[in-house]
C-alpha cells in the first residue's frame, strides 16, 4: 500500500512536471492500471482462488526524444506486479536508440540498438499498456505471460523496412538480442520444482513482416526464438530431512511463430491470433528410476502446442465498447505426460472509455482446462470461472 | 453467457451520437487540390509522413473536451470512434514509434498553426472561413 502510495505520488509528480517537460523535442507520457480477480477454482493470478486478488497492477514511464531526423531515443521504465511471482521493482522496460537513414514518401528503414521490443504478435510491442489490451490480460497461450520480460524486449539490435502504398503500409523487421535471465521468470519456466539453479541467456531470434491499411486491418506473420543455458541441481527428497542433489547442465528454450489478423468493420472489429509455441528442455532433468533412484541419463523435455482466439467488438457508442472472446490452447505433442492439456476460455466484457484518459473493463472468463497454468499443476480444477475488472490510466 | 453478450450488444447498439459538418485545412504550401478518404486515414494515422512532393508532415488535432469537434472530425470524416484513433496514437507512442499529434484547445490556435507551418495538416467547422489556410474536400 505504501509502495502504491509512492508510485502514485511519483506519477502524479511526473505528470506535472511532463507539462514543463513535453516541449519538443522530448516528450513523456505513462500509464497505471490496477486489476482486481476472482477466480472460483484455481489460483490464476497472486492468490484468487475464491479471493479477491488485487496484487496486479503496472506503473510505467515512456520518454520519446528525437534528436535529429535521422536520430531519435526511445525507453520505458515499469513496475510490474501480477501475484507473488513477480517482482515489483522498477526496470527498464525497453531503451534504444534508433537511427533512420532512409526517409522517403514510399520506403522508410531504421535501425535500432539496446534494448529492444521484440516484434511479435499484434500486442507485443505494446503488451504492459493495459489501455491498448483488448481484454484486461493479453492472451496468455500465446503471449508467454510466465516469460514477460524476455518476450517483450532484450539487449540487442532490430532493422526494420518499410514500404508505403496508397492503401496500405508494409512492414518487415527481424532482430537478434541475448535473452534477460530474470531470476524469477526462469523459475516459472522450469519444467519441474526439484530444480534449483539459475539460466544464462544464450539467444534470442525475431521476425515480423506485416501488412497494415491505417484503421482497416492489419496482418501479421511473426515468430520468436528464446534460449538459455542452465546449471543447477535435481533435488530429490529421500526423507523428512535428507535429499540427494544431481548436478545438472543443460539449456531450454521456447519458440513460437504464427498469424495475427486484426480488421474493423465499422463500429466491429475482430482480432484473431495463431501461433504454434513450442518449449524444449535438454538435459535439465535426469532420468531417474523412482524404485532405485539410478540415473539413466537426462531427459529431452519437448512440449509442441497451438494457441490460438478470436477476439470480436464492437463499440456501442463513442465511449462504451462490448466484446466477447474464445481462446484456444492444446497441447497437440509432448514427451511426457501432462495432464489437462487442452483448455477453452470463453469470455465476454465491457469496456468504458471515461474522461481523462482513463478506462475501466470488466470482464467474465467460463474456462475449461488449466493448461496455461504450469506444465506441473497437477492439482488444478477443470472447469472453473474467474472475473477481472481493471481501471488504467495514460498521460 | 451466449444470451447475455447478444443481450449486451443490442443494448448498446441503440445508443447513437450527433452529426456536424467538418474540413480539412492545410496550409496553403500543400499542392493537393483535395484529400481521399485513405489518404487522410494514413496521414492522421502516421503512416503517411511525407507529401506527395516531399515536404513532411505536421498533423494538428484538437484537444478532447466534449465541445471541441475532434469527435466529428474522426467519426464524419476518418468514419471511426476517437478512441479508436486514441488507441492507435498511443500503440505508436508506447512502442517507441512516433509522437501524438501536437494538440490544441480551440479551433483559431491550430488554424493559427496550419497558416504558419508549411505542410501542416488539421480541420475546422465548414462554416469558418479563412484565407490563412487551404480548404481541401475529401474524395470518398
Known amino acids: 500500500m505504501i509502495r502504491s502510495s509512492f508510485y502514485l505520488l511519483s506519477l502524479s509528480l511526473l505528470c506535472q512536471a511532463s507539462q514543463v517537460l513535453a516541449t519538443p523535442p522530448g516528450n513523456l507520457h505513462g500509464f497505471a492500471q490496477q486489476s482486481a480477480l476472482y477466480s472460483d477454482d484455481n489460483d490464476f493470478i497472486g492468490n484468487s482462488d475464491d479471493n479477491i486478488a488485487t496484487d496486479i497492477r503496472d506503473f510505467g514511464l515512456n520518454y520519446h526524444q528525437r534528436f535529429s531526423d535521422s536520430f531519435s531515443f526511445a525507453g520505458q521504465i515499469v513496475s510490474h506486479e501480477a501475484g507473488e511471482q513477480t517482482s515489483n521493482n522498477i526496470e527498464l522496460d525497453y531503451g534504444f536508440i534508433e537511427y533512420s537513414p532512409l526517409q522517403k514518401d514510399n520506403i522508410r528503414a531504421s535501425a535500432r540498438l539496446g534494448r529492444v521490443i521484440q516484434s511479435y504478435g499484434l500486442f507485443n510491442d505494446v503488451r504492459d499498456v493495459a489501455h491498448l489490451r483488448p481484454t484486461v490480460f493479453v492472451p496468455y497461450s500465446i503471449y508467454y505471460d510466465r516469460l514477460r520480460k524476455s518476450v517483450f524486449a532484450e539487449d540487442g539490435a532490430s532493422f526494420k523496412l518499410e514500404l508505403i502504398e496508397p492503401a496500405s503500409v508494409w512492414t518487415s523487421e527481424i532482430g537478434i538480442a541475448k535473452p534477460r535471465s530474470d531470476k524469477n521468470e526462469i523459475r516459472a519456466f522450469l519444467p519441474s520444482q526439484l530444480l534449483s539453479g539459475s539460466g544464462d541467456g544464450k539467444n534470442a531470434y525475431f521476425f515480423r513482416i506485416a501488412n497494415e491499411s491505417a484503421l482497416d486491418y492489419r496482418v501479421a506473420l511473426s515468430g520468436i526464438y528464446l534460449s538459455w543455458d542452465y546449471q543447477g541441481d535435481f533435488v530429490i527428497p529421500t526423507g523428512p530431512s535428507s535429499s540427494i542433489a544431481i548436478p545438472v547442465d543443460g539449456s531450454m528454450a521456447a519458440s513460437s511463430f504464427g498469424v495475427s489478423l486484426e480488421k474493423t468493420f465499422g463500429s466491429f472489429n475482430l482480432i484473431s491470433e495463431i501461433f504454434r509455441p513450442q518449449v524444449e528442455y535438454l538435459d535439465i532433468v535426469p532420468d531417474i528410476n523412482p524404485n532405485t533412484l539410478q540415473i539413466n541419463g537426462t531427459q529431452k523435455i519437448r512440449s509442441q502446442q497451438l494457441a490460438g482466439y478470436l477476439h470480436m467488438n464492437y463499440a456501442c457508442s463513442i465511449t462504451i465498447t462490448c466484446f466477447t472472446q474464445y481462446e484456444y490452447f492444446k497441447i497437440i505433442s509432448k514427451d511426457e505426460d501432462l495432464t489437462n492439456a487442452t483448455t477453452r476460455d470463453i469470455a465476454a466484457g465491457i469496456r468504458i472509455f471515461l474522461p481523462y484518459n482513463l478506462q475501466f473493463k470488466i470482464e467474465v472468463h467460463e474456462v475449461n482446462g488449466s493448461a496455461w497454468l504450469g506444465l506441473d499443476r497437477d492439482d488444478a480444477v477443470q472447469k472453473w470461472h474467474y472475473y477481472a475488472s481493471q481501471i488504467n490510466w495514460t498521460f | ?140
Open chain 2, 1 to 140: 453467457m451466449g444470451k447475455l453478450i447478444i443481450s449486451i450488444f443490442l443494448f448498446f447498439s441503440l445508443l447513437g451520437s450527433p452529426c456536424h459538418s467538418v474540413s480539412v485545412v492545410t496550409n496553403p504550401s500543400v499542392h493537393q487540390q483535395d484529400i481521399s478518404l485513405l489518404q487522410l486515414r494514413a496521414i492522421y494515422t502516421l503512416q503517411q509522413r511525407h507529401w506527395p512532393d516531399g515536404t513532411p508532415i505536421t498533423v494538428f488535432r484538437l484537444s478532447d473536451s466534449p465541445q471541441s469537434l475532434h469527435p466529428q472530425f474522426c467519426q464524419e470524416l476518418l468514419k471511426v470512434y476517437p478512441s479508436q484513433l486514441d488507441q492507435l496514437w498511443d500503440r505508436l507512442v508506447f512502442s517507441g514509434q512516433a509522437e501524438r499529434p501536437q494538440s490544441f484547445n480551440t479551433p483559431q490556435e491550430m488554424l493559427r498553426a496550419v497558416a504558419q507551418t508549411p505542410g501542416a495538416i488539421g480541420y475546422s467547422d465548414k462554416k469558418v472561413s479563412d484565407d490563412q489556410v487551404k480548404f481541401l474536400p475529401v474524395k470518398p
